[in-house]
Structures are given as C-alpha cells and as structure tokens.
C-alpha cells in the first residue's frame, strides 16, 4: 500500500485521493469512466510543442491515479522531458471524462507499488498523476453540462444550450 502524507503537491497539483475527499461524487463518476475501459487516450507534449496522442491504460494505486508505458516508448520520452499531460477516457454513454496535470516518473522501490501484473515483459516506466483539474461533460435535456475540479477551485459547472 502506498502512503503519502500529502495535502497537496507543489504549484496546484494534488493526488487522485485528494480529489476524492475534496470532490467525491465528481471523483467517483470520473473513475468510473475510466473503469468501464481498458485502453484511454493519453496527450502528451512532443519537443517540438506540437501534441502526441498514445494509446494507455490507467490505474488507481494508494492515493495515485498511475499510468505505464514501454521502456523507450515516444511518449515515456515526452513525460521525461515535460510531464504536461491529459488523459481523457474511453469514451461510453454518460459522458465524457478528462484530467490533466504533470506525470511524475515513479522509481527505485516505490515502482513496484505500482506494478499491476500486466506490464510488458522486462522493464518498464510508471507514472503517477499530479492532479490539477478534472472534467466530465455530459448532455443533460437541451443542455451540455461540464463539470469541472480544479486544485484549490473546488467544484464548478458549466451549462451551455
């Protein structure tokens, strides 16, 4: 089990735990849609500036939304060098799901935490998710509705006809 005494982490960024204590329901159906697929879209940032999409799995390990990748995979090497990243979740009925902060690279020990069982063979590299915002937009009536968390924001939601 991993544990980090951590209220929030540095510039705005928190752990998926954090989230669900400051936004459960928020927190709870976005993990659901990640839940309901195996397979996700990750955003990362090319050296260039210029976006990369990939294809990943995510899990929830401790207090941690974590995603893996290949040992030398393109996007591996986009988080090294700019952990800037979105995951948006397969998309299903009920809406969709996205969140966004800065991947941090998990090493030494504390990686195999995070090793699920279904990781390529050989090596591999983990991430954690520090957390700064949260989406799932819906359709609601007539009505498009977004709701949105934000590090140190809370809860707001957005309707558009």
């Known amino acids: ?53 990939s294809g990943s799995e995510v899990d929830f390990r401790g207090p941690d939304l974590s995603f893996g990748s290949m040992i030398d995979a393109r996007k591996a090497k986009d988080l090294q060098r700019d952990g800037r990243c979105a995951i948006h979740a397969h998309p299903c009925e009920g809406g969709d799901a996205k969140v966004a902060g800065v991947a941090v690279e998990v090493r030494g020990p504390e990686k195999a935490a995070y090793t699920t069982g279904s990781e390529p063979a050989g090596d ?3 991430f954690r998710l520090d957390l700064s915002e949260a989406v799932l937009t819906a359709v609601e009536g007539d009505e498009l509705v977004v709701t949105r968390w934000r590090q140190g924001e809370g809860v707001k939601v957005f309707r558009r006809k």
Request: zero cysteines; glycine letters at 8%; hydrophobic letters at 50%.
């Open 1 to 53: 089990m991993l544990e980090r005494a951590v209220v929030g982490r540095i510039g705005g960024m928190a752990t998926w735990d954090v989230f669900e204590q400051e936004a459960s329901d928020l927190a709870a159906a976005i993990r659901k849609r990640f839940e309901a697929a195996k397979t996700h879209i990750l955003a990362t940032v090319r050296k260039d500036g210029s976006p990369r999409v």
């Open 124 to 126: 591999f590299h983990a």
